[in-house]
């Protein structure tokens, strides 16, 4: 007979087994788990070190070659790009000298291809007139 004092120790259900089976159970928990963190870790090391090269990439770039990177310019930076004014701009897309043109809602943007081309047209027809007047000068002497 149990003492009342000292009473009868209760009796476990499943014993050694269910400890072990919790065991295992919790040991694979923290396996999904460490798993799952390992691998946000790589993700978040991948991105920083994505976000690091392309903040640190110190290759010189002549500055031609980095209006040459974006292929549409503000008619403010076109202007600049063709060393005349805005207006000047403005202008030859108004008057349909350039006819490729973005129209924003700040104004036009225009790829520089478009430009570089009508500069390039520019230019001939500059030399054509200059080789003109000066045929003309030539022959009013004669």
């Known amino acids: 007979m149990a ?3 000292n009473p009868a ?3 476990r259900s499943g014993g050694i087994n269910a400890t072990f089976i919790g065991a295992v159970f919790l040991g694979i928990c923290i396996l999904i788990a460490g798993i799952n963190i390992g691998s946000g870790v790589r993700k978040l090391n991948k991105t920083i070190e994505a976000t690091t090269f392309a903040s640190t990439n110190t290759m010189n770039v002549p500055s031609e070659m980095e209006v040459g990177q974006k292929k549409y310019l503000t008619e403010t930076e076109a ?3 063709l060393n005349v004014t805005k207006e000047k701009i403005i202008n030859l897309i108004s008057s349909g000298e350039i006819t490729e043109y973005v129209k924003t809602d700040t104004g036009y943007s225009v790829s520089i291809t478009v430009l570089d081309n009508w500069f390039d047209n520019e230019a001939y027809q500059n030399k054509l007139r200059s080789n003109a ?3 003309d000068d030539e022959n009013s002497e004669s």
């Open 79 to 81: 202007a600049d790009y």
């Open 9 to 11: 120790p209760a009796k």
């Open 133 to 135: 007047s000066s045929d």
């Open 3 to 5: 003492n009342r004092n």
